[in-house]
């Protein structure tokens, strides 16, 4: 794992702001595209408060069917259900004293929206199958990659619970929109995939780097860590060089070239005919001529241009 990046100015913003918040016991909402760096916040937050010496906690509220989820997040006595045999605390417990991560807030189910709802107002719940009432204190990080708002407006999500979770949101930018940050993400990555896989790679070409710059990177610092360690690994040198990287990141790459080349050709073609026209006083046959296309042709184009506005 490596230090978080935040070159830019949206993430070093994003940074400063959880740096914030961070030494205070405020709920985090952290949303995000997949990949975009959700945990790598959640973990700085949990790193720079006074809980950094305690848990740090994850339950993924999407991986889990709902009686599962109950029993993984709260816990449960001996008997609560077939299979119960022995008493097992859940993260929720886990989390005391520390920082409890929950992923994919929006898979919450209902049932459980409202037993967390208490469990922030009254700091205390129940496992399942118990009476026994727990106290527990722990910081929450929630995040997720889909509307919350818009769940809530569904009603999928208790809005109640929504504005306890959202008292600081923190929204991570996706990597296309922060490209200042994609050269030393590439350089920490090499470092780190190099070291993994004892592979002597210190770096990349200039004609690599420029491709990952361009880049969309749907799947964000994810897709690109993946591209740097595929990358180390066939890399005949110790630079990596444009073809170690993915055939379909190139063609991606290319289409998008040629597609702003193709506007580029177009509006050349444009402006030149307009200077023409410039030079002839607007004399369209003179302009036809000089442009080496029939009048017709010309008033075509002219048409076209005019309908593109
Ligand atoms: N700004 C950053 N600096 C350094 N590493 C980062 C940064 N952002 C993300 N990473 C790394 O990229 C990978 C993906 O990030 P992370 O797991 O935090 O994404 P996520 O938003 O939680 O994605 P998902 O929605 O799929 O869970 C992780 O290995 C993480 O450490
Ligand atoms: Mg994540």
């Known amino acids: 794992m490596i230090e978080i990046v935040a070159l830019s100015d949206t993430m070093r913003e994003v940074v400063r702001l959880a740096e914030r918040v961070a030494v205070t016991d405020a709920n985090v909402l952290v949303t995000g595209e997949s990949g975009a760096g959700k945990d790598a916040l959640a973990r700085l937050i949990h790193a720079r408060s006074p809980r950094a010496s305690g848990a740090l906690v994850k339950i993924d509220c999407a991986a889990l069917p709902r009686e599962l989820l109950e029993a993984e997040f709260f816990g449960y ?4 259900f077939t ?18 991560v929950l992923d994919e807030i929006a898979y919450l189910p209902f049932d459980a929206q409202a037993k967390l709802l208490r469990v922030i107002e ?7 199958g118990g009476r026994r009432t727990i106290k527990v204190d722990a910081r929450l990080i929630a995040l ?11 009603r999928a999500f208790r ?3 929504f504005y306890r979770l959202n008292v600081v949101r923190l929204q991570v ?14 350089g920490e990555f090499v470092n780190v995939y190099a070291l993994k896989h004892g592979r002597d790679v210190t770096g990349m070409t200039p004609e690599a780097l420029a491709i990952l710059k361009v880049y969309e990177f749907p799947g964000n610092v994810r897709e690109l860590a993946n591209t740097i360690e595929r990358a ?7 630079v990596i060089q444009a073809a170690d990287l993915p055939e379909a990141l190139r063609a991606a790459v290319l289409i998008q070239k040629r597609a702003k080349q193709r506007q580029t050709l177009s509006e050349l073609e444009a402006d030149y005919i307009g200077e023409t026209l410039a030079a002839t006083r607007g004399n369209k046959t003179e302009a036809a001529r000089l442009l080496g296309i029939s009048r017709k042709n010309l008033y075509e184009k002219l048409a076209r241009y005019k309908d593109r506005g």
């Open 77 to 80: 006595e001996r008997g609560a």
């Open 83 to 100: 299979g119960a045999t022995d008493a097992r605390p859940g993260r929720l417990e886990a989390a005391h004293g520390g920082t409890l």
């Open 122 to 128: 009254e700091r205390e719940f129940e496992r399942l």
């Open 144 to 154: 997720t990659n889909v509307d919350l708002d818009d769940a809530v407006k569904r």
């Open 159 to 161: 809005e109640d619970l």
């Open 173 to 186: 930018p996706p990597l296309r929109e922060r490209r200042e940050d994609i050269e030393r993400l590439s």
């Open 232 to 238: 180390v690994i066939v890399a005949g040198a110790p």
